[in-house]
């Protein structure tokens, strides 16, 4: 390779003028440069000449298209990366399954890509070392995050209904940034933001975010915090699973949604927030409710209230038409007519009562006057006295009496005083 930039660059000092020849035999000014092609031809033949080699290091990205594999291998101690290719005939080789995490040996082979200009290494062999020392540290801190209680469900907070200001963490001027205000926007246009940007990857990603979430919950007027980033492999996804910023994620009082963008690789910080959003879009939509959704709800709402009043009082107006053409209500006047001829019943039968009493106490008076005619007071009434001598006997015949004896002449109404002046005749009372 240092032969050919040698060659490359006293290509670049000669003054040859004219067209240089489109193989490249000849070479290149800025009179008479080389084509692209032949630049690129040259770089990949030159590749190609070199031979393969078993390199070490950690997948830190593992994806299949079309039976093909495209992953990332990484360095163990220093942050320099390989692209790796695998093609399906050499994958449908492989007795093991590879994922993201793993620790592998690799025998690879430079492999220049002329249309595109790209380099990677294309897989021969490809074997376990065993799990990475990445993924190592990132089950360790799991669990422990586990047996600490911090990815309970029951210490997760419920996201309010409609947020009046939402504090949004990402990277400035990114998509995530654009894909969350836009959509939230779009279903509730009245929506406020507060922005912090801050590092989504790197060595200090994770102090900034944290830093962010400590900002962002010390302000009383934002009501939810989202944590959006654009996705991304494996190893730009790690500082989301840093201790400090997950541990800064648990404190946090204000609701916390992580929208980091990417469904194969769930980064710790999904299981700690309160809410997990699959993109930053879907941390929108789950976030801010729809206007036009809400006001349909609205109308469904008002449509079952009206429908269920106007069931309820259509049924009493039928309930009351049934009671009214009842023959109890239809024709009022039979109440009047029934206590009436009840009534008159009654007052015949009562003026039948009070005539039998009449008439029963008209022959008891009857009875009464007959045996009073027989009564002593009676037979003086009609004018007749009784005369008691002085012993108080009655005197019964006009002999009974001798001259000078005083009687007692009792009367109907009172006692008279008298004295016999001769036995057999009548004399004048005294006094």
């Not at 108080?392 to 109404?413: E, F, K, P, V």
Request: aromatic content about 4%.
């Amino acid at each position: 390779m240092a032969r050919a930039a040698d060659s490359v660059t006293g290509m670049s000092d000669s003054t040859t003028s004219g067209a240089a020849p489109a193989d490249g035999s000849v070479p290149a000014t800025p009179e008479a440069p080389w084509p692209v092609s032949v630049l690129a031809g040259k770089l990949k033949g030159y590749i190609d000449r070199l031979g393969t080699v078993w390199v070490e290091g950690e997948l830190t990205q593992w994806g299949e298209r079309a039976g093909n594999v495209y992953a990332k291998l990484r360095d163990l101690e220093q942050d320099v990366t390989l692209d790796l290719r695998i093609w399906s005939s050499t994958r449908a080789r492989f007795t093991e399954e590879f994922r993201q995490g793993d620790r592998v040996v690799a025998l690879v082979k430079p492999d220049y890509w002329l249309k595109g200009g790209t380099l990677s290494m294309q897989v021969y062999q490809l074997r376990h070392l065993g799990l990475g020392d990445m993924l190592e540290r990132l089950e360790r801190l799991r669990r422990q995050l586990a047996e600490e209680g911090l990815f309970d469900p029951d210490r997760k907070v419920r996201l309010p209904f409609l947020p009046g200001c939402i504090g949004l963490i990402t990277g400035k001027d990114s998509d995530a940034e654009k894909d969350v205000v836009r959509n939230a926007q779009l279903r509730w246009p009245e929506v406020r933001f507060r922005l912090r940007y801050a590092a989504v990857q790197g060595d200090r990603a994770a102090a900034d975010v944290a830093a962010g979430i400590r900002e962002l919950d010390a302000d009383p007027q934002v009501d939810v915090i989202i944590v959006a980033r654009g996705g991304g492999d494996f190893q730009n996804l790690l500082p989301f699973s840093d201790d400090t910023l997950l541990r800064t994620a648990a404190a946090c009082v204000t609701p916390l949604v992580s929208a980091i963008g990417h469904e194969a690789d769930r980064p710790l910080l999904d299981e700690i927030a309160d809410l997990r959003a699959s993109t930053p879009t879907d941390a929108a939509k789950r976030v801010v409710p729809d206007v036009a959704e809400e006001l349909a709800r609205v109308q469904q709402a008002r449509a079952r209230i009206t429908g269920r009043v106007t069931a309820l009082v259509t049924g009493e107006i039928d309930r009351i038409a049934v009671i009214r053409s009842r023959p109890a209500l239809a024709d009022s006047g039979w109440l009047v007519d029934a206590r009436a001829e009840e009534l008159t019943r009654w007052i015949a039968r009562g003026s039948e009562l009070m005539d039998h009493c009449v008439d029963r106490h008209e022959r008891r008076v009857g009875e009464l006057r007959g045996q009073r005619a027989l009564s002593p007071r009676r037979t003086l009434e009609r004018g007749y006295a009784i005369a008691h001598r002085a012993d108080g006997r009655i005197l019964r015949s006009a002999t009974d009496a001798a001259t000078g004896d005083a009687l007692l002449l009792t009367l109907a109404d009172g006692e008279v005083s008298t004295t016999v002046s001769a036995p057999g005749a009548s004399s004048g009372a005294r006094g």
